[in-house]
């Protein structure tokens, strides 16, 4: 995801969003889990693994957010993994991100024992812990807001050809399953941070009339986003314009930028120059129809007729292709059709318009 997850998981690295998201996800919105209660926790994972020259190297993993709540005596680790594509061996990858972790723990507690040299020969030394050690629980969550439908496995056995084996025999396959949160699984009322504002803002970024519906419903809070959020808005909306051109909407009185009058002169802009390019494709197709129909004398009034006609014929045609990109629901290309002429032409070709 490069830059999207970079930001995304910045945002989700603040222990009141991490706190927030985790009570949306386990608890239905309740606060259970509070800011003071989560501590960082180590990210990297490395193992040795020698390669095929013989040589041994350190291969390094690095969970996405990862965070320690604090309850004594009771203490768990709790992972996040953002995920905004389908990915077919996601719960072997949770569980190598849990194994590692694990192991993690018990080389940690096997290097304490030996230096304080406290193991009793016999299965203590033999396991490198004492019966009454034990190892911290780990929870990954994948939070999946792709465009398309979850469709990959859920479970490590989604993974496996088990057709051949008996009922008793799977009941021996060890399984892994992966507590995968979508985007439509969460609720805006969940939340009360700038996650609402995302997770709602994510839902609709399919359908620009509704992203403005909620832009002018919250407007008074969405034009009042600190730079983190503002930042991070535009990149998972891919509202590039937007984010190149947020100092015109930072208010300097209020320290703050106004994402929703940046969205509301984004779609007014984005019309007008649709407006102006069909405006410009009549005029040739005028041009060139009124150059065919009009004879020595009659040239001049053929052009005007053409030219008409033609900024007609060209608003038309592109008032077509919108309408057919919005039915296939392809309405991030609506705002850069009415800007870019040969994404345009690409377009109508396929179209057939």
Known sequence: MGKKNDL?????EKTEI???????????????ILAQDLADAQRNYARMRRGRDGVLRSRVRERDVIKLLCRTPHFVKIAVENQDSLHFCMPLRCREYDDMELVAQFS?????????????????YLSGINKTDRLIPVITIVFYHGKEKWTAARKLTDMMDLAGLDEKMKKLVPDYQMNLVCLEDL?????????RDLIALLK???????MGRYLADNQERLDHL??????????MLNLNGLRKQKEKYYNEETEDYRMCTAFREMLADSKMEGRKEGKREGIEIGEKRGEKRGEKRGEKRGEERGE???????????GMLIERLSHDNRHEEILRVCADASLRQQLYLEYSI
């Open 204 to 210: 609709r970024r399919e359908d620009k009339d509704a």
């Open 108 to 124: 940690g507690m096997k290097r304490r024992h030996r230096a304080a040299k406290d193991l009793e020969k016999g299965a203590e």
């Open 18 to 32: 991490f706190a927030e998201f985790c009570n949306a996800v386990i608890y239905d919105g309740q606060r259970e």
């Open 308 to 318: 008409k006609r033609g900024i007609a014929l060209g608003e038309q045609r592109l």
């Open 8 to 12: 995304l998981n910045q945002y989700l």
């Open 226 to 235: 600190d730079e983190e959020l503002y930042d991070l808005l535009c990149a």
């Open 187 to 195: 609720r805006e009322e969940h939340f009360r941070t700038g996650l």
